[in-house]
């Protein structure tokens, strides 16, 4: 009797295991999984353009002027460390800020100083220019990560400064 119930049982469940799985191979239900992941897709795809529009920050006019002042190329920075600030074409307003290895996207900002100041949200980092030197500035711990750096044209203006208060 216990092997007859439990041939019995043995078999409903099979049974019921069979239904389940052609139900889950009907045409109707394969319409269903493809219009899930098409779903799925397009949850994806609107992700992706979010987090693309976050990234590519909109650049107004006001920052587009001030990225006319930004100094690009090289500069040299104290314990002989280098900074290089160059702008991504595709993407006007936007530069590409190289230093030890790490990129950063950097989009002006506007200040009350009139000092150029280029920022990554993202990673916290910024990048002030003032006529005499430019550092890099990681907001999130608080600290320079490098300082005392000169493009070429800051140096020409700190000589010309210094040689100007010697003929006085």
């Known amino acids: 009797m216990n092997r007859t119930l439990a041939l019995t049982l043995a078999a409903a469940f099979a049974f019921t295991a069979a239904g389940a799985y052609a139900q889950n191979t009907t045409p109707a239900n394969k319409a269903t999984q493809k219009k899930s992941q098409s779903r799925k897709e397009l949850q994806s795809e609107a992700k992706g353009l979010a987090l ?7 650049v107004s006019a006001n920052q587009l002027e001030i ?4 100094l690009t190329g090289p500069a040299d920075c ?16 936007h530069f590409k800020l ?9 989009v002006p900002q ?4 009139g000092a ?25 711990v608080g600290q320079r990560m490098v300082d005392a750096c000169m493009h ?10 210094e040689a100007a208060a010697k003929s006085k």
């Open 67 to 70: 990225a006319n002042r930004v």
């Open 98 to 106: 190289t230093f030890k290895n790490v990129s950063y996207d950097m």
């Open 110 to 113: 506007e200040t009350t100083t």
């Open 116 to 140: 150029v100041r280029l920022e990554d949200k993202k990673a916290g980092v910024v990048w002030l220019q003032i006529p005499s030197k430019s550092m890099l500035m990681n907001q999130k």
């Open 78 to 93: 104290e314990m002989k460390q280098t900074v290089h600030v160059d702008p991504i074409k595709e993407a006007p307003g």
């Open 52 to 58: 693309a529009n976050e990234v590519s920050e909109t």
């Open 152 to 161: 070429s044209e800051q140096r020409a203006a700190v000589s010309a400064a």
